[in-house]
C-alpha cells in the first residue's frame, strides 16, 4: 500500500484516492494549505482499506482507478452504511459514471480538469452540510415523514429513512417551506452553496434518490419546468 500523509491535520484528514501522481500530489498541496492532512492511495482496492481503517473526515474519489474503481468504492461503503462525505472526480465527458455516483451515495463531484481551489471550496461545502448547525428542538413533519434536526433523524411510515448530508439538507430545504416552489438554481445555491453554472442535473439525482428511499410517503412533487415542492 503507497500512502503519503502532509499537512497539519488541523481540519482533519482527507483520504485521496487517485492514481494520476501529479494530480495526487496538487490536490495534496492545495489540501494542505488550508489545514487538511491527506492520505493518498494510488489505488481502488487500498483506498477502500484506508476507508475503513483510518475514517478520514472525507474521500476525495477518482472513479477510474486500478484494483478496484471508484463507483465500487462508493457502493461498498454505503452498502456497509459507512457515510464518510465523498467528492467523486471523473473525466468531463464522464456524465453517466457522475449520475451513477451520485445514486449510489456520493456526495458531490468534479470534472477534470478541475481547479484545485474549487475542488477544496465543495469539500469544505460537503463538510459543512455533514456537520450542520440546526435547531435542535425543531421537528419538520410533513404527511408521515418527520425529521428530527437535531439528531439529522428522518422516520417514513415509522420506519428510519438513512440519508446521506446532502439528502437530509436538500429534504430539510423543502420541508421547511412547504408549498413553495423552489427552483434547481435555488436549490443549489441553498442545499450545495455554489451557483447554477456548475450544473443543476445533480439536484434531479438527489431528488429521485430522497423519493426512492421515502417510497410512498415522499412529499416531494416535481413542478414541471419550474423545480420542487414538497406538500405539507
Known sequence: MTLTTVGDNSSGLV???EDERHIADIIRLYLARDGFG????PDGADGLAAARLLAPVAIILDIRLPGMNGLDIVRTLRSEENWI???????????????????LGADDYVTKPFSPRELVTRLRTVL?????TPDISQTLRAGTVVMDL??????ADGRDVVLTATEFDLLSTLLRRPGLVHSRERL????????????TRTVDVHVA??????????????VRGVG???DA
Do not use: F, M, N
Open 15 to 17: 483520504l485521496v484516492v
Open 38 to 41: 491527506a492520505h493518498v492511495c
Open 85 to 103: 462525505p465523498v467528492l467523486i472526480v471523473t473525466a468531463r465527458d464522464d456524465e453517466a459514471d457522475r449520475i451513477l455516483g451520485l445514486e
Open 128 to 132: 459543512r452540510r455533514t456537520a450542520g
Open 150 to 155: 437535531g439528531r439529522r433523524r428522518v422516520l
Open 188 to 199: 443549489l445555491s441553498q442545499v450545495w452553496g455554489y451557483s447554477a453554472a456548475a450544473g
Open 209 to 222: 434518490q430522497v423519493r426512492a428511499k421515502l417510497g410512498d410517503a415522499s412529499p416531494i412533487r416535481t
Open 228 to 230: 420542487y415542492t414538497a
